[in-house]
Each structure stands twice: as C-alpha cells, then as structure tokens.
C-alpha cells in the first residue's frame, strides 16, 4: 500500500499546526500512517514556496484550485478561515479527493450538510479536525462512561472558556465579521465543546441559550476606526442530551486569564468525572464505592494503558502536547481513508455540531427553548 | 453595655454550629461581641437541659414559646427546618425580640417578605444566617470587583455543587417534602449562592432556570416504601443581573463527590476572580496588567490584612475553617443588634433570595426567560 | 466531676489561640471538656485585667506567680517566649499544678528533660502544645501507616516552610536571640515537624543536618542599629528513624512565598500519602493496587467519619481551621488529666524532640551524622 | 547549506523519542533545523531496517559500527543502555563524527572527562541529552533568577520521583547492575536533577548523601530466581553550590504514585519559583513585593512569549508534552553543531554531572561532606 498524499491549504496557527503532524504522524505511529507532505498552498507562490521547505512539503503553489486538482494529492487538507472551508471543501470532492478540514466544518449548519452530503455522494473519505478529543484521557472517560463505570450518568457540564479576545483593545478581526467568521465564540470554541459532548454522550436535543457581546466595537487595525463586533464574546446555554441528560455550556473569548479552558464535568450516580485542557494530562475520577474515609478525587495522569500514549512515549505521567493531540488525529485521518470505514468525527458531525450552534443562537433571539434540527 | 442574650431553637447540624459561634465570638473578638448563651429549646424538656449543660446554655426549655417569651431573652436564633421559621419568627417578632434565622428565610418569598415587614414594623433587627459571605477572602473579592481592580465585570460563573443526596439509596427525609423544605437544592444550596452573588454583583433581574429531579422516588426511612421525591435534585439557570451582567447558576445535591463546592469566577476587563469552599482559604486572581510573560492566576492565602481574619491569627495561610465564618457571622449579628443600624443580609435579603429561587421555578415550569419579582 | 481551671500566661499569638480554644473546647465537646477560664496573666495587672475581659477569663493578674500559686488554677497553661519555660513549668510543678506548655518546652534537651523529670516525680500530668497533630486526617494518615495500608513504609519527606522573617527588613526580635529562643527556625518550626515526624513514624535515631543563616544581621526596631542574628533561617537534615526509615527534613523561616507549608510525604510498598497545611483539610492517597489505568492520588477531604471532625461539623469538605487543631488539643489536655492516663505529646516527648533538634545543630557543628541521644 | 545527517544507534524509549524529535524539529523550527534520519542501528539487521522504516530513515543497520563509519552520517546519535555510552562515543569521535548522546555520558566521571576531552581534541561537537531544561518555562526561571527578578537567592530543593521500581515484583534488569547502570536513580534520574541545578544556579561545590536500596533483591526475568540489586533506589543529599547556595536533593525510583515528579523550588529575597514536571506548562511564582493582600503563588501557563514556544503553538496554555522538549534538544543540537559554536549541555556538563553524583556516592560510603572533584 503506498503512503496518502496531502496536499494542505493554510498556514496560520492550525495549518503549522496540521503541518507538523502530518511530519510526526510515521515517527510515532509506523510508516502504515506515515503521510507524504506532497503540496502547500498558500496566498501567493512566494509564500507557499518558502512554507513548503520550511514545512517539510514537496512543492508549494499560491492557488489552492491547483493543489485541489493535482493528480499526486490524495488527501485535500483545509485549514483557512471558516468562510473558505465550503468552497475548498467542495472543490476537493468534485475532484474526487478525501477531504480534511478545520472547524467548524461551514458558517451555516445547512452548508456543512450539502458539503457532507456531496463527499458521501462522490465516496470520498471526509473528516472534521476536533482534535481535542483525540487525548487518550478522553477515550478513557468515554469508556468509563460507556462501560457503567460512573453509574447511570445524569447531569454534564462543560466549558470552553479563553481570553485571545479578552483585551478591549484587541484589534477587530475576521472573527468579529459575521459573514466570514460564522457565529464568534460558539464557533470558534463552542464546536469543539459541543463535539466534545457529542462524543461523551450523545446527541443534543434542546438548548436554551444566552449570547452576550461585551465588546461591542473594536478597532480597524488598518484605519483606527471602531468598527462593529457582529457575532458574541460569551455564549451559555442550558442544554439536553437525547439520552434525556440535562447540562449547562459555558463558552467565551473573553474568559480573562483562562488559556484554553475546555473543562466539563460528568456527574453519574456511581461517581463522576473532572477534566480541563490546561492540565491536559490529568483527569479526574471520583469513584463513589470507594471505602467510607477514604474517598475524593483521584489525579490519573496520562500513561502507556491509556489509548495511543504509548506510541509517544513507553513512561505514564510525562506528558502529551497539544500538537500530540493533532498528531493523533491526522494518523486517524489515514486509518479512517486507508480503511475504507467511515471515521469520525467526520462532515456529518460538523454539521451536526453546526446544528446545535444554531439552535443556541436562535434561542437566544427568541428566548426560548429551541430543538436542535435532525 | 450589657451583653446581648441568645435564645436558640434547635440542636441539629445549625443549631450546633450556631451554639459553638455564640460560645467563641467573645474570645475572637473581644467582650464587646460575647454573647450570654442564655437559653436553649429543644424537642423536650430532658434534651433541651442536656444540649444547654453540652453547648454551654444557662437554661434549656422543651418549649420554643418558652423561649420566645422569656424577658432574659434579647435575641431569638432559629436553627429548625425551613418550614417551622415563619411562625418562629413572627412569634419572636411579635414578642419584641431581635430575630436571626438561618437560611432560607422562608419557604416562599411572599412568606419571607411578610416576616421581614413584621420585623421592620415591630422595630427588631434581623439577620439570616449566610455564613459563606463572611469569608474574609470573599470580602477582598467584593472590594476587588466594586473598587474597579477587575476593570468592567462582564460575566458571573456560580455554583453550589453538593453530594449529600448522590447515593441513590438515601432516605426519603423532610428536605423532600415540598410543604416542609421548599424546593430542593435550590433552598438549601441555591440560597447561599444567590445571597453571594448578590454579595458581590447585586441584585438579579431575571432567570431562566431548570430543575432536575434525578432520583423520583427514596425509601421512607421508617416504612422502607417507596415515597415521592417533590422537589428538585438540581437547580441550573442563566441569570441577568440588574446592573446586566448575565451569569450562569448550577446548583446540585447529587453533585457525586463535591463535599461543599460553593464556586464562583468573575470576569472582567482588568482580571478575573476565582474561589471554592472546598478550599475557602484561597482566592485566585488574575491580573490583566502582569507584565507579558508573567500572567497567571496567583492564590491569594487568606490572612491577617484582610477583613476579620485577624481576630483568629495573626500569621497568614494558618487558615480559617467552617466554623468560624459563623462566628464572625454571630459578631456580625450583635454589631447590628447593638449599633441600632440594618445589617445585612437581613430578612429582606432573605425575602429577595427567595424571589430569586422562585423566579427560577417559575422559570423552569413555563420554559421561559422570568423576571425576578421586585 | 468539676470542670477543670485553667490559669494560662501570656497573651500573644499562641496565648489567645489557647483563650479560643479553652472557651470553644465545651461548646464542639460537650460539657466533660469544658475548661473553666479561671485566670489570665499578662505584663501588667492592667494588660491582664483587659485580657481576662477580652478573652473570656474570670480574673487577670500582672503577676504569673500569682497564678501559679492560685488555689483556684488545676492547670497552668504556658504562652510566653521559649526561655520563660522552663522556670514557670518548674514553679507550676512545685505548686502542684498540671502543665501544658507551648513548644517548644526548653531552650535545650536538658532543660526539657529536667521539666519533664520534676513533673513526673510531682505526679502532675503534661501536655505540649503540638496543635498540628491533631489535625482529624493526619490520624487517619497515622492509622494508614500503621495499619499496613502502605504497605512496608521506607521514605519519608517533611518540611515546615514559612516566611515570617524572610523580608531582608524584618527587624531584629528575640527570635534571633539564641539565649532566648534557643535555635531559630528548628526550634520555632523544626520542633512541630520532629514532632508530626514522631507521630507518624516514631523515633529519630539519627541525623546529619546543615544550618543556614541568610541574614546574619537585622535592625533592632528600637535603636536601628544592626544586631547579629545567632541562630539559624534555615536547617535542613538527613534523618534515620529507629526503625531504620531513612527521611529529610527542610525548615525554613524565609521560604519565600510559603505561609503554613508542614508538608509531608510518606511512601511505601503499597502506597504513598502526600500532606501540606496550607491545604490542612485535605490528606492525598496514592493507593499502588489500584486498578491499571486508573491509578492516580485522590484527595480525600476531611469529614464527619475522620477522629474529631464530626464534634464541629457533620457535613464533609466544610473544612476545619488552624484554630480549631487547638480546640482539639484542649480537649486532649482536659481528657489527659482527667482521665489520670498518661498523655501524649507529653514532656517527655518535649525533650526528645529537643534531642533531635540537638543533633541537628551538633551534627552541622560537627559535619558528621550524629546520633540523636537516648 | 546542506542538512544533517543523523545516524541513531538504539530503539529503545529514549531511542524512539530521539527519531520522533529528528522528524519533527523540520517542521516546527523550520528547514535550518531539519536534520536527515539517515541512519538507524539496532541490534540486527532485520530489527534495523524494521526500524528505519517504521521511524522515518533512509537506511537500517544491525551493526553500529557500520553506521558510526559511514560517510553519510554527521552526526552519532547514542540512545543505547548507559554502559555502552562510552565504547560508541569513542569510536564516533575517532570517525569525525559529532555526538550527541544520552545522559548519563558514562558510567564513571573519569570515563565521561575522558570523552569529553577526546571529543574537544577531534574537534568535533557534542551535546548530552538533558532534555528537561529545554522547557520554555524553566528558561523563564533561569533568565528570572539571573536577572535578580528574584532578588538574591539563597536556596534551592530539588527532587526528582518517579515509580518505576516501587513494585516489589518487578523484575531485576539490566537497571540493578552497577557494572551497566552505575548508580541507580541518582545516574537515571538524578543525572537530570543535577543537570538542571547546574542550569538555574551553576556548579555544586560539595555534597554529603546519602543512598538507600530499598529492594536489596529482585526476581530475574529468565530464571526467576532473587538476584542482587547492586545500586540504590533512592539518593537523598545535603549540597552547596559554588556560589554558596545550599540545597537538597532527593531522588527516588521507587516513589511510588509519582510519575516525572522532577520539581524544584528556589528561594530569594524577592520572590520564589516552583515547579513540577508532571505539570511541565506550568511555573509558580511568588512575588514579595506585591502589593499588601494581594501576594500569592502564581501559575505562569507557558505560552509563545517564552522562548520557543511559538514554534510550536501562537496560543498560550494550549501546552507543549514531553517529546517537544526533545525537539528543543534535536534543534539546540543542529545549532550547535551548524554554527560551530560550542553548546550546552556538553560532554563536559556530562561530566560535571557524574563528579556530582560521585560525590554524593563518596560521602554516602564515608559518612561525610564531599568535595565535588575539579
């Protein structure tokens, strides 16, 4: 079986971060999930040429529309602002390439459908890059889940709570512009949570939600004028799984000194769980049978027993990185493409994961509980 | 100055507590604040004579009215179950006597509101029992978010988390009964939670709430059958506050392994603010400002420069424990009999926390945004 | 029975946490341990005469030979400086009285050794004011060890960091006078390691410790001038216990940064314990057994089932304080003399943590391991 | 400028970690730093080319010699078992070649000096494999000590615990050989501890230790029969630094519960620094001169202000794991080696740090303070 070809457009935060695990990916995991770095794009071929070498990509090309339809990329791997997933993304599946692309998957939960729905058509592989549940600690807590371990689970929680946008002087972004960037911190931060949820317990039913913009106008960095904040700072919700489980989201830009703040917590009647993406490799358990007096949480770091450590390092409690969670995602990426199985999370959870988005929005316009779409 | 003279109904786990402040308060902070432990009521005559002999009364009586009409009696302490406050307290009232009950005033706010203009009409000051305010951390907290230490606060997170009904094999007990205890949680835990956020942020506005019932039926203790559950296990709720701040509540008694998980994060432009109960020694604090690199929550240790926390030690991080938030509790209670002003919180307050609560069912019932009653 | 009377000297720090403790012990206790406050003596007929007001006591007096010699005094409750041990134990002995004394005993082994010698030959019972032993979790930490829970325990790790003199500014005081309070912080700290040490452990044979003077001098705070500080900021020590344990030892009077830092860990075959005051209501287990993939330390919150807890509180996780280890080491002095047993920690274990302190400082003197003397 | 090319000799743990770094450093610190996996030895031919493929080399090899010899390879990188350190280091230095080999160098100091010295006489670079040091935030610490930030310092503790012999029943191993391992946790652990000492605080003049085997026998994997343990499993020592400082050290491979407990505190008039490798993103600083009521410990979460970092990740907390801080070490090694320049930590580090451990070794067996050799 010869190696899948990625061809990656974007070179931001995410796309140096996709480039550096798709290099990682056959040191850690064997040359089975060893990608071939084939082709970068990026705005111009200057650009793309210099990420290429520096990046560890064969060539480099300032169109993405050439990297999409050169025959030597198998896999299309999009990591450019959210506006553009939806044209690359069908782009890639009319050329008949497996597609990879960031969250969220669209701007709206009906483009992320079309686009799921169009990849199913043309039978190529598609997934969405939710990286953070790909920590070992979080198969763990899904098994415990799953397996009885907490009892009958009935009540979640769950944060993702960061302050990149926290300074009121912080300049106006794409992010801040609705028709590029989607919903704001829902989009940006709540995707992963809600996937994160998704993937703990099931689908989402119902939410009641609550958007707050604090900084309602910001600074053109170019011209110094104020120009409008078009989507929310903070979202909250009140939330119901389709299991009937009840919960709270919590999700903000401005979340002042937190750094990356995805937490939640599981309540069952057998014990609970604690988890936060700051001390990534810990989670915490409490196990209500424990002997009378002896009971509390208990710190259970990160080691070779728990899912896909090992591959990084034989020792428990050193630690993986946040490019190790990519690392891992980018190797499912190839299993999930060389198998020939459906992976996920793939387009349908993006879309799904854009579903409940906009059902938090609309309750919150109209104040009122609102069904998540099928 | 003659030393203020307590009358205490009830022995349970508040009674207690509440005996053990009156006893201590002199010492900590000196003969101006030592109250006589003048009279104890009880269940009987017999347990009564032994809880005054054990705690340090001079006299016990089997009769709470007794004890309300007792001229050697200035202060009436109620420490029974929330439905027996009412009648106690009027009674006190109207006996002329200053009044201090425990929390929740009331198990309506139309009941609490009613005590509360009873005490104002009748000229007695009266004081409910929040002890969680007393924190000599959560008044640096309060000082921090009204002197502009946090810039502009934007977001409130709070939460009463508590496991003490977790075990599904709890007994059925009166704190399910919804004529005697009220809601569930929610009074017993939400009360404190609300009377803090409104410590720090001030009054609320309006609530969407909704409760969780996670265990339908217990066992009756006496009869082993199965008896209804009628009040909530869970409490969760988006909230306003009237200054339009919005925030999140979650309160629980079936928080599986959360002992006293009263926590709060306050968010705002310059820093936020983190605390638990659990660990009520320490305040974090986040300062926006920190020269770049060195940012991060620091834990601030409780100690002799902050409020009240000098008259038990003067050496920092020796700490405080749970008592002795009621023992500053008591002297507060006395500095407000004695100094003729209104303290706070006082029976308004209480009546106020409990339109809160019932905002949130009211909220919950008809699965809508509901404003607090003014 | 009649209640026990109580004549305690002196009224800084240590002297009102006694006055606390004395009038708190009845009312978590129950009325068998219920001191009487009998009397208070402080510099001046006047300072004490505001003191026994202030604290609750029935009488003052300038004078401490007064109050030794009281008919009305059973137990004299020593609070003053280090050097003033030894003549006022000795006094209260040849009176007749009972003594419990503050740590540490003496200025040296030998002193202490004659205290506890004059007091067992005057038939008087013997406490020492060891107040963080009586923490209820470092029973519970006691009752692990010895009950095999760790299995075969080989290492121990304690340290007692504060930084009550670590501002280069701190003036000069009697701290740094050796002829006053004998060693600096081995006596004033070291001495409540040694005897946590003890508790847990048993025995020190041996030592080879290295002491540190980081600031040789200090301002005297009435003439300005520079004064030698004589005794040590820091000492650290291999140990050895009897049982052939090997440990270390780390005491710091200028730990920058730390408050109330007695930590401790403890390992063995089976497990590990890991304790620090700062965070005295939780005791963190590591339990080697458990099953793979889900070992970790949990942190065990001090409750109603731990020795103690429950006289102050039913609920768990509410959390004891510093002045409440006190109110449990009254309770011991009440329950030691009048029971007619022998307590402990008595004088004698006094004096032999006087001895290890000792051959901490030859050791260092001498740079060699030294036995601790028998 | 061509690339380096890297010959690997070992598979193991630490060998796989080195060929996960060589295959990242590329596309994280860019092309510069993108070292050719040219070569990889193992013990056969078969296991070599399994190898290479499966960790990103061109060519495998089951004879080492083979690769320190050929011409294609500039850099020998040994990740063997440390008894074999000295015999591959030698025979690459004799070949040209530059090394870069794990700690510890060697088993013995005089040995590691002789490298050392071979090493400077063939003017080829060479680099020791103390990864730890590479973390962003032990920078901070050092660039914060150095700068006085922290005011003069005047203690340092450091620890190094982990667990991986704390079960009685594991198995002897190559590990519990003095003639393959030298020491035992002091050469495998305490290498680290010293190193990074070394780095915050510069050379240690002197030591007194003491060691302690706590399993004198274990079962022979083969044969299932005891055999002897020959070096110790914890290493606890008193030491002073050149420049005055004094410190302990404890080091443990039977610490049972801890993980990668490599944790430092260091003390100064202005201020402290803690930190713990389990929680490697995290660096706890305490600042003396905050303000009144507002001092406290706090969590600098690492993030793209601290040195490289950024090449990592633009995001702060989103937190970097073990295998980066090798490819810190693999880029600092390319640095190194391409600038010509000598590096740290070098074989002559490699050798400082075993003269430390020696002396601690020395004063166990005498009993006595121990002069670090020159």
């Not at 590029?180 to 099931?202: E, Q, T, V, Y």
């Amino acid at each position: 079986m010869s190696r899948l070809r990625f061809g990656l457009i974007g070179t931001g935060f995410i796309g140096r971060t996709h480039a550096i695990a798709l290099n990682a990916s056959g040191a850690v995991f064997g040359e089975r999930f060893a990608p071939v770095c084939e082709m970068l794009a990026d705005h111009t071929e200057e650009a793309a040429r210099r990420g290429a070498t520096a990046l560890g990509f064969a060539r480099g090309t300032g169109d993405w529309r050439e990297l999409v339809a050169d025959p030597a990329v198998d896999v299309v791997d999009i990591c450019t602002p959210n506006y553009l997933h939806r044209e690359m993304a069908l782009a890639a599946i009319a050329a008949g390439k497996h597609v990879y692309c960031e969250k969220p998957l669209a701007n709206t939960a009906q483009e992320a459908a079309a686009i799921a729905a169009a990849a199913d058509a043309a039978g190529v592989r598609h997934m969405v890059g939710f990286n953070y549940i790909c920590n070992p600690l979080l198969h763990l807590a899904r098994e415990m889940i799953a397996s009885g371990e907490l009892g009958e689970v009935y009540a979640f929680r769950g944060s993702y709570l960061e302050d990149y946008m926290s300074d009121p002087a912080s300049p106006w972004s794409w992010r801040c512009d609705r028709s590029l960037a989607g919903s704001g911190a829902l989009a940006d931060l709540g995707s992963h949570l809600i996937n994160l949820a998704h993937f703990l317990l099931g689908g989402i039913a119902r939410a009641q939600g609550s958007l707050q913009t604090v900084h309602a106008q910001r600074r053109d960095p170019a011209s110094g004028a104020a120009r409008a904040v078009e989507n929310e700072d903070i979202a909250r919700a009140l939330i119901e799984f389709a299991s009937g489980i009840p919960g709270t989201f919590e999700i903000s830009r401005v979340a002042t000194g937190r750094k990356c703040g995805l937490d939640f917590t599981v309540f069952g009647t057998r014990g609970a769980l604690e988890f936060g993406q700051e001390r990534m490799n810990e989670l915490r358990w409490y196990e209500a049978a424990a002997r009378a007096g002896r009971e509390g949480f208990r710190t259970i770091l990160a080691g070779p027993i728990h899912p896909d450590y090992r591959a990084f390092c034989p020792a428990p409690g050193h630690g993986l990185g946040y490019n190790d969670l990519k690392t891992i995602e980018v190797r499912n990426v190839v299993r999930t493409i060389t198998s020939g199985a459906a992976g996920w999370p793939d387009f349908h959870e993006g879309a799904r994961v854009q579903r409940v988005m906009e059902s938090i929005e609309r309750s919150h316009a109209e104040r009122a509980w609102t069904e998540v779409a099928p």
